[in-house]
């Protein structure tokens, strides 16, 4: 039963693989990857230094510890690879003249979980929790409670990450028209 499963998870794995390969075959996505990676992580950074008074690079820089700018770090890289495949897959259909509701029902469901994703990445910062659970209303309390949790709540994004890259992967390999 257990080497079932390793081949079914091996299997998900090479599903991604092959796709970011046939993506980046173009070198503009390798780019378009890179530059969606460099913004989300600037982002990480950068939105707690605008948006908490006082606050600035230097301080920010050093209240992040190596676990934090390592899930960062992943978070980022797998939002610009997922961004990529979007465009990517959204170009060959359009190519293609099968850019239809349900493909650009995925691509923005897909673009979204990566959004959401990237958002639940602010859980290394407690001042950028307090700043987004402020504007949904939720109390310090839930910032607590997150940042008690940070390593769960990290780890979850990048898992949100995985299954918009599953999904992604997917379509572009031809497995499913629907995702």
Same mark, same amino acid.
């Given at each position: 039963m257990a080497?079932? !499963?390793?081949? #079914? *998870?091996?299997?998900?794995?090479? %599903?991604?693989?092959?796709?970011?390969? !046939?993506?980046? #075959? *173009?070198?503009?996505?390798?780019? %378009?990857?890179?530059?969606?990676?460099?913004?989300?992580?600037?982002?990480?950074?950068?939105?707690?230094?605008?948006?908490?008074?006082?606050?600035?690079?230097k301080f920010q820089l050093s209240i992040y510890t190596r676990e934090n700018y390592i899930f960062m770090s992943l978070l980022a890289t797998l939002v610009g690879v997922?961004?990529?495949?979007?465009i990517y897959e959204a170009r060959k259909q359009k190519a293609l003249r099968k850019f239809l509701p349900p493909v650009l029902k995925g691509t923005v469901l897909s673009g979204?979980?990566?959004?959401?994703?990237?958002i639940l990445g602010t859980a290394s910062c407690a001042s950028c929790l307090a700043f987004l659970f402020g504007l949904i209303g939720l109390g310090a309390g839930s910032v607590f409670f997150v940042l008690k949790n940070q390593s769960y709540f990290l780890f979850g994004a990048i898992v949100l990450m995985l299954i918009s890259l599953y999904f992604s992967a997917r379509k572009i390999n031809n497995i499913c028209d629907s995702c």
């Open positions: 080497t079932n !499963k390793l081949s #079914t *998870e091996t299997m998900h794995v090479k %599903l991604i693989y092959f796709a970011v390969m !046939k993506v980046f #075959t *173009e070198k503009i996505y390798i780019l %378009l990857a890179l530059i969606m990676a460099a913004f989300f992580f600037d982002l990480f950074i950068f939105i707690p230094v605008f948006t908490i008074p006082g606050n600035d690079l997922t961004f990529a495949m979007q979204a979980s990566g959004i959401f994703g990237s």
